[in-house]
Structures are given as C-alpha cells and as structure tokens.
C-alpha cells in the first residue's frame, strides 16, 4: 500500500495523485480558484496568474494551474496578498483594450445606473456583446474592481467580420491563449497562433490573413474558449442574452459520432449551439456543421410531410399513402425484375439504430443484399 500524499489549503489537508496540480486538487475539493488563460485538456501556460496562491515558504506567489501539488505544501487561496494580486491582474486586464462594461466605479448607483444603461442599450455596437457572460466581468465583479486605476490602451488592431461565422474584436481580448491552445492541442487544427510582441500582440492565422483565408475549419472551437468577448458567434451577437436562453440537451444529427450540444433555445427558436464539455465522446468539441449549421431546423423551406409526383409535379401527401405507393412500387419492380434489381444507401446521418432497420429490410424484407453506406466511398 504506497503512503497518501497529503496537501494543506485553506487550513484543510485534502489528499492528491503525484503530477496533479493545487487547482486541479482545490477544483475537486470544492475549493473556487478562479482560472482565465487555464484549459482543461491543454499544457498550463501560466500565462494571466489570476490563479495565484500563497505558498507558505515560497518567495512569491505560484500560479496554481501549473503549480504541482507537493507533501506538506501550506496553500492559501483567498488570502490577503492573493485577493490583492488578483485585484492588480484585473485592473490591468481591464484598462487594457475595449473593457466598457467594467470602466465605472463599483460602488454606489452610479455602477447600478450604469448596468441599467446597458440593459437599456442592447443592441448598439458600443456594448460588449457579451455583457453578464464574461469570465474577467465576473471577476471584476468578485474582487470589486474596475478599468479605472490605470491609463486606458486602445487596440490597434481593427474588428475581423469578413467570415459568415466568427466576429474576432481584437480590443476585448486579454490574449489568455485559450484560444490558440483550443485550436491547437484540442482540435489540433493549427491555424491560429500568437503574433507580433509586446503592446501590439495579437492572435493570427496564416501570417496575420483574416481566418476564412487561414487553415482555419471554422470549428468555433476558440469561440468556445474565449472567457471574454473577443471571439463571438456573428448570428447570436446582439440576440441571445445568456439568461433569456434555455439550454436544451441533445446529440448532434449531423454524423455518426454522437457530439453532444447544448441548444440554447429562445422563444422556441434555436439561437446558439455549444458543446457539452466534461463528457464522451466530444468533450465539448463540435465541428462547423455541429456548431453553426442549424439555420435548417427553422428554414421555410424544409420538408413537412411526404411529397409524391405526379405527372412531373410533387404534391403533399399522407404518411400511408406515400408509404403504401413505395411498397407497391417496390414489389412491382421486385416481381417484374428480381429482388437484385433493388439496392439500399444508407447514411451515416441517421442511427445505428435506422441504420439496423435499413439492413434488415433489405435483407429480410427485399431479399436482397445490395446495401452499402456512405461511410464506405
Ligand atoms: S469582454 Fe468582458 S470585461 Fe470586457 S467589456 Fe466585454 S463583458 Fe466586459
Ligand atoms: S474556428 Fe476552429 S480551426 Fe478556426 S481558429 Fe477557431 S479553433 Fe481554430
Ligand atoms: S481571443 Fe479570447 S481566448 Fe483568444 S487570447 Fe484573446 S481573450 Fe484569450
Ligand atoms: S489560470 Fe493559471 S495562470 Fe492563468
């Protein structure tokens, strides 16, 4: 039996796996640290430190997304220096850039006339499109802070909204990486990186080209990542307010693989799609059609009921009518020809399940076994 590593925060001892980080430990402990530039599944790059605690005995503060837990390690994660450092993160965060939801004072009703003003505005351009579902808002919030301590920097870099699917607004991005790492070790389509140095640091695709002329597949993977509002879905920016969605749910119809998604339904009108993270087998990933190729489900033009053609025109027709006219011309060809004279497509599209059903009505049924899928070409 190999003696339990033990770890101190917060005056508690919690135990840990060797290799595992303070906040992979804390996080499943209950304990809150609060994260921005950390991705689950991707290398910690340290890179934000809003994730610093006190060590007792070290000589600063670690960032405890890529601190390892170590025997005996004396963890503080809210204490005086923590909550002051942090507080200097954020304020620098949010002088930096476009950050006007957070450029008021917190207090008084000043900050609350301001929050009014906002929900009064929706809509214009001047807002952040992602007001009330921003990590650094909601941090700000936490550690009462806001954009004002230090000179405001302007982005030179101007809004990319030349692609149907991803607005990026370089003057909210706080350059955490979760983005490029989104891209790169989750999706591994390596088409985004970090380019330029210093103030004039920005995230590129192909040499600095807008992402529709890059590598990029459109997954919306780094849309997903971004904690603030610097990557937005160009069809739910201004629309959908967190909080007026539902969130339904359900598996991805476009393939075989079974991605998981959360429909965030308004007025009974799908507005939004992201993963579900945390859980097989996509981990929250989607591809373009998952995530952004749901314009269909509302679409004036779908099929509603089976269509027959007669006499070169297609006319709406009850399920038992279209399905009895299928069996008669089935079998009348069936007769006239032989059963091999029938063959049977399926698709990846549909379920095992239909998938099943499909081979044993071809093979049962039509007596044939000409079925092939389209998984195979
Ligand atoms: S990105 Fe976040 S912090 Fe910045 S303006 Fe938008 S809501 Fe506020
Ligand atoms: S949409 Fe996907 S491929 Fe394109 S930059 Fe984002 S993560 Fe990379
Ligand atoms: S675009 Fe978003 S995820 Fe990427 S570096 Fe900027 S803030 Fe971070
Ligand atoms: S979350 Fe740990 S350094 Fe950014």
Redesign the pocket.
């Known amino acids: 039996m190999t003696a339990e590593h033990l770890i101190r925060i917060n005056g508690n001892d919690f135990s840990f796996k060797p290799g595992e980080t303070i906040l992979e430990v804390a996080r499943r402990s209950s304990i809150d640290i609060p994260t921005l530039c950390h991705l689950k599944g991707a290398t910690p790059t340290g890179a934000c430190r809003i994730c610093v605690v006190e060590v007792q005995g070290a000589r600063s503060l670690l960032p405890s997304c890529a601190t390892p837990a170590a025997d005996n390690m004396i963890v503080y994660t809210e204490s005086p220096p923590v909550v002051s450092a942090r507080q200097m993160i954020l304020q620098l965060l949010l002088s930096s850039g476009n950050h006007n939801c957070a450029v008021r004072g917190s207090d008084g009703q000043d900050w609350t006339q301001f929050q009014l003003n906002v929900q009064r505005d929706d809509g214009s351009d001047e807002l952040c499109p992602v007001w009330g579902d921003c990590r650094l808002q909601d941090l700000a919030y936490r550690y009462q802070v806001s954009g004002e301590k230090f000179a405001a920097t302007e982005t030179p870099y101007v809004m990319e909204t030349v692609n149907p699917?991803?607005v990026r607004d370089f003057s909210r991005c706080i350059q955490c990486g979760r983005?490029v790492q989104?891209?790169n070790e989750i999706?591994v389509?390596n088409?985004?990186h970090f380019g330029y140095r210093g103030a004039g640091t920005k995230i590129i695709?192909a040499g600095d080209r807008p992402?529709k002329d890059?590598?990029?597949?459109?997954?919306?993977?780094?849309?997903q990542a971004c904690p603030v509002g610097a990557l937005v879905e160009k069809d739910a920016r201004y629309k959908v307010r967190p909080w007026e969605t539902k969130k339904v749910r359900t598996t991805c119809s476009y393939c075989g693989v079974g991605c998981q998604m959360y429909l965030h339904v308004q007025d009974n009108r799908v507005v939004k799609i992201t993963g579900v993270e945390d859980g097989p087998p996509n981990d929250g990933r989607l591809c373009v059609k998952g995530r952004f190729g749901f314009d269909f489900i509302h679409s004036a033009q779908r099929l509603t009921t089976p269509l027959i053609r007669e006499n070169g025109q297609l006319r709406e027709a009850g399920w038992d009518e279209a399905l009895d006219l299928v069996a008669q011309k089935l079998g009348e060809i069936k007769k006239s020809h032989g059963a091999d004279s029938i063959g049977m497509l399926t698709s990846a599209r549909i379920t095992n399940e239909e998938n099943y059903i499909a081979n044993k009505f071809t093979r049962a049924v039509l007596k044939t076994n000409n079925i092939d899928h389209c998984a195979r070409l």
Do not use: H, P, R
């Open positions: 699917f991803i983005c989104a891209c999706q389509n088409a985004i695709a992402l890059s590598d990029c597949v459109f997954c919306g993977e780094c849309v």
